[in-house]
Nanobody, 121 residues
Framework: QVQLVESGGGLVQPGGSLRLSCAAS????????MGWYRQAPGKQREWVAR???????KYGDSVKGRFTISRDAAERTAYLQMNSLNPEDTAVYYC???????????????WGQGTQVTVSS
Protein backbone atom coordinates (compact mmCIF):
# COMPACT_ATOMS: atom_id res chain seq x y z
CA GLN A 1 0.00 0.00 0.00
CA VAL A 2 1.32 3.41 -0.97
CA GLN A 3 1.68 6.05 1.71
CA LEU A 4 2.76 9.68 1.54
CA VAL A 5 4.05 11.10 4.80
CA GLU A 6 4.66 14.82 5.21
CA SER A 7 6.93 16.39 7.81
CA GLY A 8 8.56 19.70 8.59
CA GLY A 9 5.58 21.84 9.46
CA GLY A 10 5.46 24.09 12.50
CA LEU A 11 5.27 27.62 13.81
CA VAL A 12 7.47 30.27 12.22
CA GLN A 13 7.66 34.05 12.43
CA PRO A 14 6.82 36.24 9.44
CA GLY A 15 9.81 36.42 7.11
CA GLY A 16 11.06 33.04 8.26
CA SER A 17 11.58 29.77 6.41
CA LEU A 18 10.47 26.17 6.64
CA ARG A 19 11.26 23.06 4.62
CA LEU A 20 8.56 20.46 4.15
CA SER A 21 9.26 16.87 3.15
CA CYS A 22 6.99 14.27 1.59
CA ALA A 23 8.22 10.68 1.60
CA ALA A 24 6.53 8.02 -0.50
CA SER A 25 6.63 4.47 0.85
CA UNK A 26 5.19 1.14 -0.14
CA UNK A 27 5.18 -0.77 -3.38
CA UNK A 28 4.75 1.11 -6.63
CA UNK A 29 5.99 0.96 -10.20
CA UNK A 30 6.77 4.62 -10.80
CA UNK A 31 5.92 8.08 -9.51
CA UNK A 32 5.14 10.75 -12.05
CA UNK A 33 4.33 14.17 -10.67
CA MET A 34 4.64 15.14 -7.02
CA GLY A 35 3.11 18.29 -5.68
CA TRP A 36 2.00 20.37 -2.76
CA TYR A 37 -1.41 21.84 -1.98
CA ARG A 38 -2.57 23.83 1.01
CA GLN A 39 -5.83 24.59 2.73
CA ALA A 40 -6.39 27.47 5.10
CA PRO A 41 -9.35 27.54 7.52
CA GLY A 42 -12.55 28.37 5.70
CA LYS A 43 -10.90 28.30 2.28
CA GLN A 44 -10.74 25.85 -0.60
CA ARG A 45 -7.67 23.70 -1.15
CA GLU A 46 -5.12 25.65 -3.20
CA TRP A 47 -2.45 24.25 -5.50
CA VAL A 48 1.04 25.40 -4.45
CA ALA A 49 3.68 23.68 -6.57
CA ARG A 50 4.37 20.62 -8.70
CA UNK A 51 7.41 18.78 -10.03
CA UNK A 52 7.40 16.17 -12.76
CA UNK A 53 9.52 13.02 -12.92
CA UNK A 54 11.82 14.83 -15.37
CA UNK A 55 12.21 17.83 -13.08
CA UNK A 56 9.81 20.31 -14.62
CA UNK A 57 8.60 22.67 -11.90
CA LYS A 58 5.50 24.83 -11.71
CA TYR A 59 4.27 27.18 -9.00
CA GLY A 60 1.10 28.93 -7.97
CA ASP A 61 1.17 32.69 -8.37
CA SER A 62 0.96 33.31 -4.62
CA VAL A 63 4.21 31.46 -3.90
CA LYS A 64 6.26 32.10 -7.03
CA GLY A 65 9.71 33.43 -6.14
CA ARG A 66 9.40 32.41 -2.49
CA PHE A 67 8.87 28.63 -2.57
CA THR A 68 11.03 26.01 -4.26
CA ILE A 69 9.99 22.44 -4.95
CA SER A 70 12.50 19.65 -5.46
CA ARG A 71 12.84 15.84 -5.45
CA ASP A 72 15.59 13.54 -4.31
CA ALA A 73 17.56 11.43 -6.78
CA ALA A 74 15.47 8.33 -6.08
CA GLU A 75 12.38 10.48 -6.70
CA ARG A 76 10.60 9.04 -3.69
CA THR A 77 10.78 12.23 -1.63
CA ALA A 78 9.63 15.71 -2.53
CA TYR A 79 10.59 18.86 -0.70
CA LEU A 80 9.10 22.31 -0.44
CA GLN A 81 11.48 25.03 0.66
CA MET A 82 9.39 27.98 1.85
CA ASN A 83 11.07 31.35 2.31
CA SER A 84 9.77 34.82 3.17
CA LEU A 85 6.74 33.31 4.84
CA ASN A 86 3.84 35.55 5.75
CA PRO A 87 0.64 34.96 7.75
CA GLU A 88 -1.30 34.31 4.52
CA ASP A 89 0.80 31.16 4.08
CA THR A 90 -0.74 29.65 7.21
CA ALA A 91 -2.49 26.45 6.22
CA VAL A 92 -2.38 22.68 6.31
CA TYR A 93 -0.01 21.60 3.56
CA TYR A 94 -0.76 18.36 1.72
CA CYS A 95 1.53 16.30 -0.46
CA UNK A 96 0.16 14.74 -3.63
CA UNK A 97 1.66 12.16 -5.97
CA UNK A 98 0.55 10.74 -9.29
CA UNK A 99 1.80 7.19 -9.72
CA UNK A 100 1.29 3.68 -11.01
CA UNK A 101 1.38 0.84 -8.51
CA UNK A 102 2.22 -1.68 -11.25
CA UNK A 103 3.31 -1.46 -14.88
CA UNK A 104 -0.21 -2.24 -16.07
CA UNK A 105 -2.29 -0.30 -13.53
CA UNK A 106 -3.92 3.02 -14.18
CA UNK A 107 -2.30 6.21 -12.99
CA UNK A 108 -3.73 7.21 -9.61
CA UNK A 109 -3.51 10.15 -7.23
CA UNK A 110 -2.41 9.72 -3.63
CA TRP A 111 -2.48 12.21 -0.75
CA GLY A 112 -0.63 12.62 2.49
CA GLN A 113 -2.30 13.38 5.80
CA GLY A 114 -1.15 17.00 5.86
CA THR A 115 1.20 19.06 8.00
CA GLN A 116 0.31 22.33 9.69
CA VAL A 117 2.26 25.47 8.88
CA THR A 118 1.54 28.52 11.04
CA VAL A 119 3.14 31.88 10.35
CA SER A 120 2.69 34.22 13.27
CA SER A 121 4.61 36.59 15.49
Amino acid sequence: QVQLVESGGGLVQPGGSLRLSCAASGSFFTIYDMGWYRQAPGKQREWVARISNIGTKKYGDSVKGRFTISRDAAERTAYLQMNSLNPEDTAVYYCNASLRTTAWSARSEYWGQGTQVTVSS
